[in-house]
T-cell receptor, first 111, second 115 residues
Framework: QKEVEQDPGPLSVPEGAIVSLNCTYS??????FMWYRQYSRKGPELLMY????GNKEDGRFTAQVDKSSKYISLFIRDSQPSDSATYLC???????????FGSGTRLQVQP | DTAVSQTPKYLVTQMGNDKSIKCEQN?????MYWYKQDSKKFLKIMFS???????INETVPNRFSPKSPDKAHLNLHINSLELGDSAVYFC??????????????FGPGTRLLVL
């Protein structure tokens, strides 16, 4: 079993839809959680960073962490074709620099 | 200005060859990383250097040898390339505090294809 599980998709939605992307993890020692966006043939870029349970909002993006259930989510409101990319969840142990990634969910937003 | 850059972007080579990938960051960060992304998009840490010192060395064949001449550069040398080494290799850098605000910035990747 992988430490971080993520549905690979693809997930196809119409423009303007609300998108929900999710990851589950098995090790409760993870404390820091990130969402990266990766466009085709590009490097991952950081979207959201959180280290506590609850919600964190940034524009159209909301990151949600539920440590008791070992579950994190990324919500995208009013999705746009430019949001079409692979979304990778990542997490980190305190005091350790390396990130552990999910396998990524490919999102396609249809105009 | 590119924050984290890698060369080359593409590398096609024969099995058994030796090749190097270079990475440079101009963010003033202390820590640099190599990640490998396989065909299923799974990103996995390989190595990390902090101020030229190796601090993370995951279970990677010893054909892979990282070298950090200074804290702005991290190179990856691969000996005796195998078909299974085909992947995209990403360099990343971070401030290196390990604190809760630690953020990693990724380069554009080097696509390696071993024939």
């Amino acid at each position: 079993q992988k430490e971080v599980e993520q549905d690979p998709g693809p997930l196809s939605v119409p423009e303007g839809a609300i998108v929900s992307l999710n990851c589950t993890y098995s090790n409760s020692a993870f404390q820091y959680f990130m969402w990266y966006r990766q466009y085709s043939r590009k490097g991952p870029e950081l979207l959201m960073y959180t280290y506590s349970s609850g919600n964190k909002e940034d524009g159209r993006f909301t990151a949600q962490v539920d440590k008791s259930s070992k579950y994190i989510s990324l919500f995208i409101r009013d999705s746009q074709p430019s949001d079409s990319a692979t979304y990778l969840c990542a997490m980190r142990f305190p005091g350790r620099r390396a990130l552990t990634f999910g396998s990524g969910t490919r999102l396609q937003v249809q105009p | 200005d590119t924050a984290v850059s890698q060369t080359p972007k593409y590398l096609v080579t024969q099995m058994g060859n030796d090749k190097s990938i270079k990475c440079e960051q101009n963010l003033g960060h202390d820590t640099m990383y190599w990640y490998k992304q396989d065909s299923k998009k799974f990103l996995k840490i390989m190595f990390s250097y902090n101020n030229k010192e190796l601090i993370i060395n995951e279970t990677v064949p010893n054909r892979f040898s990282p070298k950090s001449p200074d804290k702005a550069h991290l190179n990856l040398h691969i000996n005796s390339l195998e078909l299974g080494d085909s992947a995209v290799y990403f360099c990343a850098s971070s401030q290196g505090t390990s604190g809760y605000q630690e953020t990693q910035y990724f380069g554009p990747g080097t696509r390696l294809l071993v024939l």
